[in-house]
Structure formats: structure tokens, C-alpha cells
């Protein structure tokens, strides 16, 4: 009999509750997570050290890894520590630049990764790209999924307020995102996975109609879950298409062209994805856009996150060069600087100041 189904790799465990982590010992307790117990588990300095008391006690066959930062050479570093250790898994537990860490180094020994984030910055918590600070600027990585994500929502509730709010800018781009992944098809043929553009849209449809904020329970939840569904989505594609278009590139663009100054990634893919859409003529969708966006405090307008509009406006333009062969708005439309800053002249009038 043909096979009709597919399989699609994601996690064995996905738990996103308050006190979650209470829990985390039975999870990895699990034969087909770890059957020895040897987990090595990546903890950051900030958030995952305060964590490493109470969770320690549960974890007896565990070794600790600190992790200082977010770069590639980190990465590695971790990797060459772990190695030999003879580990069922990796835990990752930190924010956004741990789980990265710990991905790309349980990638490179071998092993699965368990994903505990202490924050919701970006929707890599549970996908498959690492992202790491290398000699270029930034890179991706392709690495398997996480076999497991554990998220405790009281630790997201002590997370600053900002690394939480920028996985909503992230989420709602999906919208924007799977757009461009349509536009590609209607121009040029590309196939869309309609599986992985259903479940990244609705996480971001999900979290951009959620009427609450940082502070509810019900709010972290569905943008925990969107955040995951997310991960899972660009799995199932096999690339980061379903939640990556012209609103990443813009991005990546403020990340290349101003290394130094650039924002978190969730506000700046939010503020993207609004122009984004205006450029694809949706203006009564940006108008919506940058209204949530601007409700949860996040920029819609490049000042904002100390951004001149001419610097904005130049970003918009080398966004293009940050994905080559990624056909989005920008790459359609094949603006002209004065082009862009008329266009960018009626977004901001279209969302008023
Ligand atoms: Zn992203």
C-alpha cells in the first residue's frame, strides 16, 4: 500500500503551563529522551543559573555548561565541552541565544536537544535553524528539531517584559511572511506547503486577534503555542519560509548594515512586517498591524528603536541582499531609493504618528 501520509518531525513533548518545570525531571525521564539519566544541560548566566537550584535537585545525573553569549565560536566551544560525556541529551535552558547555542552543539555531538526557554524573544525556540553571531555578522544553521520543549509560564512572567513582547513582533510576521511565500507562487511557480503556511498563519493570526497583553496568563499561552506551531511549521517545510519574507530581510538588513545598533529581532521583524504589508498594498491589514503592534509597545516606525527614516529607508533597500533567491515584496516591486521613500512616506501617514 502507497504510504499517503507524511511524518512530520517535531517534538516528542511539547508542555507550555505554569510550573511547568516542576516537571522537567519526568519529561526527560522519559526512555525515549534520556533512559541513564546523563543529560549535559547549557545554562545561561542570567536567567537559567537562578533556575539551575531548583531544577539541579531533579536533574541528579546532570553536568552544567555555562554559556556566555550567542556566537558561533560559543557554540563550538560547548559542543568540544560536551563531547565525550557520554549524554543522553542536551538541555538548553536560557533565552533565545542559549537555545541556539545548545541546538547547534547537540547538532554537532549528536544528541537531541530539550528546549527550556526562560523567555519568548523569537520563534527559534523550537525550529530548526540555530541562529549565531559568526565573523560575517549573523548566520543560520540548520539543525534538527528540539525533541522536547518544555515552557514554564510563571519563568516567561519574570522574563523583562521586552524579550517577551519581541516574540509577538516575530509571530504576527508570520502573516507577512506567508504572504510573500503566496506572491512567489502566483509570480513565479514556487510550491507552497500549505500544511506549514496554515499552521505558521494561524499562530500569527492567533496572536495578533489575543485581545490581552505580556501580563496575562491566556496571552503568554497563545503566543508561547504560536511561537511553537511556528517552529514546527518551518520543520515541516523544510526551510524558514512560513515565518521569513520581506519582513526578515529587513531585518537581516538592520542586523548587517548596523551590527552595533540593531534591535531585538521580534521588534524589528514587527516593524517590517507592517511595511511589508503596506508595500503589498494591504494597507487596511498594516494599518491593523502596527495598531496590535503598537498596543503591546512594540515600534512601528524606525525612530523608535533609534532608527533615522533615511537609515530605515536604507535597510529596505539592501534587504533584498540579505536572502538571495528569496522572492518576497521587495524583490517583486524592485524599488528605487526615492521610490521607497515615498512609500515610506505614505506608511506612516497611513498609521498616523
Ligand atoms: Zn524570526
Keep these: 500500500m502507497p504510504v499517503l501520509t507524511r511524518l512530520i ?7 507550555i503551563r505554569p510550573g511547568a518545570l516542576d516537571d522537567l525531571g519526568c ?24 533556575l539551575r537550584e531548583r531544577i539541579a535537585p531533579s536533574l541528579p545525573g546532570a553536568d552544567w555548561f555555562p554559556v556566555g553569549g550567542g ?20 538541555v538548553g535552558l536560557g533565552g533565545g541565544k542559549i537555545i541556539d547555542c545548545a541546538k547547534f552543539a547537540a547538532a554537532r555531538v549528536g544528541l537531541p536537544l530539550v528546549a527550556v526557554p526562560t523567555n519568548l524573544a523569537h520563534d527559534g525556540l523550537c525550529s530548526p535553524v540555530a541562529t549565531l553571531d559568526n565573523d560575517a555578522g549573523r548566520g543560520s544553521y540548520g539543525v534538527p528539531n528540539p525533541i522536547a520543549v518544555v515552557i514554564d509560564l510563571d519563568v516567561i512572567r519574570q522574563a523583562p517584559a521586552r524579550f517577551v513582547r519581541s516574540g509577538i513582533g516575530d509571530a504576527v510576521s508570520n502573516i507577512s511572511a506567508v504572504a510573500d511565500w503566496e506572491l512567489a507562487h502566483r509570480v513565479n511557480g514556487e510550491r507552497v506547503d500549505g500544511l506549514a ?13 489575543h485581545p490581552g497583553g505580556v501580563g496575562d496568563h491566556s496571552y503568554l499561552q497563545v503566543l508561547a503555542e504560536g511561537l511553537v506551531l511556528t517552529g514546527i ?5 523544510g526551510d524558514s519560509r512560513p515565518a521569513s519574507g520581506a519582513c ?13 545598533r540593531a534591535a531585538a529581532h521580534g521588534e524589528q521583524c514587527g516593524l517590517g512586517a507592517a511595511f511589508a504589508m503596506f508595500l503589498r498594498g494591504a494597507h487596511e491589514e498594516a494599518v491593523d498591524m502596527a495598531g496590535v503592534l503598537r498596543r503591546h ?13 533615511e537609515e530605515f529607508v536604507r535597510a529596505v533597500e539592501f534587504a533584498p541582499q540579505t536572502r538571495p533567491g528569496r522572492y518576497t515584496i521587495l524583490e517583486h516591486l524592485d524599488l528605487t531609493t526615492d521610490q521607497i521613500k515615498d512609500l515610506y512616506a505614505d506608511y506612516v501617514k497611513a498609521i498616523g504618528s
Design 9 to 15: 518531525p517535531s517534538p516528542v513533548v511539547v508542555d
Design 27 to 50: 519529561v526527560l525521564a522519559d526512555e525515549r529522551i534520556s533512559h541513564s539519566g546523563k543529560l549535559a544541560v547549557a545554562v545561561s548566566s542570567g536567567s537559567g543559573a537562578r
Design 71 to 90: 556566537t558561533l565560536d560559543d557554540a563550538v566551544r560547548l559542543a568540544g565541552a560536551m563531547k565525550g560525556g557520554h549524554y543522553d541529551a542536551v
Design 197 to 209: 503556511a496554515a499552521m505558521a498563519r494561524q499562530a500569527g493570526e492567533a496572536v495578533l486577534r
Design 233 to 237: 511549521a518551518m520543520s515541516v517545510s
Design 248 to 260: 526578515h530581510e529587513i531585518s537581516h538588513a538592520f542586523d548587517l548594515l548596523f551590527p552595533q
Design 297 to 309: 509597545a512594540l515600534p512601528v516606525l524606525p525612530e523608535e528603536i533609534g532608527f533615522t527614516p
